[in-house]
């Protein structure tokens, strides 16, 4: 049973100081979850806040959106995985299509980023939109099996990101199982029956519940609806009913 992971990516929003009362606000409303996995992932600066207050709720695991590849030196700007990993950050996004289309980032980087990421004890969250199999083959490229386990994708249709239009349950699905199958592919099958496959663009409380049904959809990439702890907090809820 792969269990659901739902994350909250909050893109470049709220302050630290906003993002403490905004899990003041989301803590007080789910309550202690263990059936689902959350991952809030905010821009760099609320890390530390939040990782305090996981200390107090150990369920919430706590992602990153971005780092760089190498481990330390003259990358003015940058963020390593050892500076995340000693934060302690669980997930970091890697190859987020707004950083594929506004910062450079390429299948060659993303694969970069990976590896590094998996060599500091990150779990990387993967995200692929387009052309899956290229995204896929030359993301994960020389990873051993051990290694593809730990990663979680996400399927994020570009046309669904922000838009408000959301992919139906179906071509989600569809969608998943391809990814699975080419993950099937490159690592075998038992190891790709593990591996979560995210889906990603305008989830909400509306839909959340349909989408989190299709059993090869293991959990959401939420951005608009996660800024709002009550309807991140909604989306939890729809994950746990989809157990039940
Ligand atoms: P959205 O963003 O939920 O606002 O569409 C999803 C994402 O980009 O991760």
């Known amino acids: 049973m792969r269990k659901k992971i739902l994350a909250a990516n909050w893109k470049m929003n709220l302050t630290h100081i906003e993002a403490e009362s905004y ?3 989301f803590l007080g409303e789910i309550g202690e979850v263990d059936d689902v996995e959350i991952v809030m992932i905010p ?10 207050i996981s200390e107090k709720a150990p369920f919430i695991r706590i992602g990153a959106q971005n780092m760089h590849w190498e481990r330390s030196g003259a990358y003015t700007g940058e963020i390593s995985a050892t500076m995340l990993r000693v934060l302690f950050v669980k997930y970091v996004v890697i190859g987020h299509s707004e950083r594929r289309m506004l910062f450079g980032e390429t299948d060659e980087t993303v694969n970069r980023k990976v ?9 990387p969250i993967v995200c692929v939109e387009t052309v899956l199999r290229r995204q896929l083959e030359l993301g994960l490229k020389d990873l051993s099996v051990k290694d593809a386990v730990e990663i979680v994708i996400a399927y994020e249709p570009v046309w669904a990101i922000g838009t408000g239009r ?3 349950p ?3 699905e569809e969608a998943h199982r391809f990814i699975r199958s080419v993950l099937s592919k490159m690592f075998g099958t038992g190891p790709a029956e593990r591996v979560r496959i995210q889906y990603g663009g305008s989830v909400k409380p509306e839909n959340a519940q349909e989408l989190l049904r299709q059993s090869d959809i293991d959990g959401a990439l939420i951005g608009g ?9 909604k989306i939890i809820r729809h994950a746990e009913a989809v157990l039940h």
């Open 23 to 25: 899990m003041h606000t």
């Open 43 to 52: 821009p760099f600066t609320s890390i530390p806040v939040l990782a305090q």
């Open 115 to 123: 590896h590094s990421a998996l060599e500091a004890g990150l779990r």
């Open 166 to 168: 959301t992919a139906t």
């Open 170 to 172: 179906a071509q989600a």
């Open 225 to 233: 609806a996660s800024l709002d702890p009550h309807s991140f907090a």
